[in-house]
């Protein structure tokens, strides 16, 4: 495997070697990388999944779409708050030194190159590989008689009864422009020769990229024959005459604006929480403008009435080779050609659910042991179960569950509804602070109430982002207390686009921990002393920094000792700090960290034991995990946090224990061990902050992690599974 770790004899000589010259200086900005910086370094390995030829095309043309969203929510919340620093004048210098006006700066000059990568690739490879696949899409200009007849067509029955044209003159104010949305600034001249402008926004709820060839066929999987396609704001654009009749079309250009979109919740002066984030969500769309995209070849003229009526600045236009808003690559992504896309698989279940005994249920096998799912290779069927079961079972008296997202039509919630219709006590933590899923959850806190549901909003001045639910259950004389806890939400969708973990228990222990972080959660509770769980902000800062103290001493008597954590973002600086000196204590650390990572790892002295491996792949890696091997007795945790000061400090996070050794040694074999031998689609972070690919070793065999695991979902494969080689093996060597 490429950039192999350093052997013992080297982490030797780099301990004596760091003795004899003076230690380094922990805080220096040198040693940090500005988290804006790392985000946007994600989102360009997010492109690079769209560049990569091994990926099915319209997989391809997806990876760009999330990069455009991603994009999208990156100035909608990030540079947004940057932008709101320097307004007020504060000047709060990053870990890496760099101040808010800095950051902005840097922020635009690298979003300029992967907008002109981005666009390049789609417009030099992505369309003519769509055109020799039978996807065509192209400009109105080159469409045939009969494709601009089915065009125009579409638009007189479908598009025109949508649109509104908004005028702007004396008499009428410049029209609001809504976030995110795309327009056409339209210029116009009337009878009298006076010219006026116009905007038409273009609808969001029709299809953005129109067929105009009829082919009964078009759509049949591994039809080869040619449909055309084209953008609807094109199709707009060559029938304005239809919206300003007796009126002479002068030109119109489109254009796409971004509002800040970061709610200001003020909870202290907030008297009812669920109407403060109602009317935040309301105003989100009225914020200011953070960006505006336009054509290239926009005239100046256009250019400075856009600016100045949205009141921004020439650092905040962006001007586009290509497609306006690359999210909107989505409704191509959805053109049905499965021959195109990622083979389909069935997630299965895990053995101690397979083939339960007769006259058992889901109830029994976690009462015999701790049961594991690693989403979206296990089913997300069983946690659904468990809730339906729970509502029907009579022996149930109480459903307790933290809501973070739960998307709409959710079984989830319908089971908890189902719940109080038989009678069961149901509470509810409802997470309305979750970003961009605020509507929904309002909704959903709503219909709860209405049916009975005890809904509450969690603590002030923190979100709480744990997952985890808790079943009460009366069998015979006692009581027993039924735990899932997780890495991700109760989100069916979201449970097969994204990897994560969730974990079936009756431990005693860890159900009075969550008992008390339900009593935390919605009434009052100072307890500190958790049994098992690691609770922010609570006491799982205190408790990771002790592990890792430890876990130093365990390198420094000799003893075996290493660090693997998996998480979605590393920015906190004092657990980089931290990380550092364990590095210079000679211990061997691996980080798996899908985003953000504001560490330098291989800096001589100070983080040559640290490795950092970013994987972007066919889905989103969520999952977090803690690795410690602790002198020989290994200890894993597993939960929602991140090592960022808003998971430590901000929020009410959850890490829980994996103490069965059966679990611990698939965890190790069949997760840590696969992704850290991944050398396809694995990234490896230099000193720089660059990341380079990892490439098999000449003769080694290819291994893509997230593959490696959907070819263990076909049924048995988990009664066949044999333990890795010691020397194939990562957490061996």
Known sequence: MAAP?????????????????????????????????????????????????????????????????????????????????????????????????????????????????????????LLPALAEAGIRIVDYSELTESQRLLATEYFRETVFPVLTPLAFDPGRPFPHISNLSLNLAVFISDAAGARRFARVKVPDSLPQVIPVTRLKSAHQPGSRRVQ???????????????????????????????????????????????????????????????????????????????????????????????????????????????????????????????????????????QRNDILLHHPFDSFQPVIDLLEKAARDPLVLAIKIVLYRVGRNSPVVQA???????????????????????????????????????????????????????????????IRRYVHLATGNYNAITAHLYTDIGMFTVDEDIASDVTNLFNYLTGYSLKKDYQKLLVSPVNMRESLEKLIRREMEHQRAGRP???????????????????????????????????????????????ENIQVTSIVGRFLEHSRIYYFRNGGDEQIYLGSADLMPRNLDRRVEALFPVESDRLKTRIKREILDIYLRDNVKARRMLPTGAYVRVRPAKGARAVNAQEELISRTTPGAALKRKPLEPAESELER
């Open 228 to 366: 055309t396609y084209v953008w609807l704001e094109q199709i707009i654009a060559a029938n304005l005459d239809a919206l300003f009749p007796g009126m002479q079309i002068l030109e119109s250009h489109a254009f796409h604006v971004t509002r800040d979109a970061d709610i200001d919740i003020k909870e202290l002066e907030a008297e009812d929480l669920l109407e403060t984030i109602e009317e935040g969500v309301r105003q989100r769309r009225f914020g200011s403008v953070i960006r505006l995209m336009v054509h290239h070849e926009m005239p100046r003229h256009i250019l400075q009435l856009l600016m100045q009526n949205l009141e921004i600045n020439s650092k905040q236009v962006y001007r586009i080779r290509g497609l306006l808003g690359l999210s909107r690559l989505m409704s191509v992504y959805q053109i049905d050609r499965p021959d195109l896309k990622y083979k389909s698989f069935v997630p299965k279940l895990p053995p101690e659910l397979e083939a339960l005994p007769e006259g058992e249920d889901i109830f029994a096998a976690i």
């Open 416 to 478: 908890l509804l189902d719940a109080i219709e038989e009678g069961k006590q149901v509470a509810v933590l409802m997470e309305l602070k979750a970003r961009f899923d605020e509507e929904s959850n309002i909704e959903w806190a709503r219909a709860l109430e209405r049916a009975g549901v005890h809904v509450v909003y969690g603590l002030l001045g923190l979100k709480s982002h744990c997952k985890v639910a808790l079943i009460v259950r009366k069998e015979g004389d006692r």
């Open 561 to 607: 000792a290493r660090l693997i954590f998996k998480m979605n973002a590393l920015v906190d600086a004092r657990m980089i700090r931290l990380l550092y000196e364990a590095s210079q204590a000679g211990l061997r650390i691996d980080l798996l960290v899908r985003g953000m990572c504001c560490l330098r790892p291989g800096v001589p002295g100070v983080s």
């Open 5 to 125: 770790r350093p052997c013992k004899s080297r982490e030797a000589k780099t301990r004596r070697g760091s003795k004899q010259s003076a230690p380094a200086d922990l805080r220096d900005p040198k040693l940090y990388i500005n988290s804006e910086l790392s985000l946007l370094s994600f989102q360009r390995r997010v492109l690079e999944e769209a560049m990569d030829e091994s990926n099915p095309l319209l997989e391809r043309v997806k990876f760009l779409a999330i990069l455009g969203s991603n994009l999208d929510e990156f100035f909608m919340v990030r540079v947004a708050g940057l932008t709101e620093q320097v307004e007020a004048g504060i000047v709060e210098y990053a870990p890496d030194g760099m101040s808010p006006s800095a950051q902005l700066i840097a922020i635009r000059r690298e979003v300029r190159r992967i907008f002109a990568d981005a666009h390049k690739h789609l417009r030099v490879q």
